[in-house]
């Protein structure tokens, strides 16, 4: 898709994974999901580049960064 709907994509998988862990109790404000689309990709799928369904799936991730307060 465009890099625009691969955006939009990633945001919703990421704003899912956001409102999964509030239901799981832990405050709203304390977590932030950002949808970076094909901007940060682990391999060398990007566009135009012929790449396997495996090697396309490895971009489909969301990644967390626990930080303990002081």
């Known amino acids: 898709g465009s890099n625009a ?4 994509l990633s945001q919703n998988r ?3 994974a956001r409102d999964y862990i509030a239901s799981q109790g832990i405050d709203a404000n304390r977590v932030v999901g950002i949808g ?3 901007t940060r990709l ?3 799928c990007a566009d135009g580049i012929e790449c396997s369904a495996a090697e396309h799936q ?5 990644e967390m960064k626990v ?4």
Do not use: V
């Open 5 to 8: 709907y691969n955006k939009t």
């Open 14 to 16: 990421a704003s899912a």
């Open 36 to 38: 970076y689309g094909e």
């Open 42 to 44: 682990l391999n060398r």
């Open 58 to 62: 490895i971009n489909r991730r969301t």
């Open 67 to 70: 930080i303990c307060p002081k």
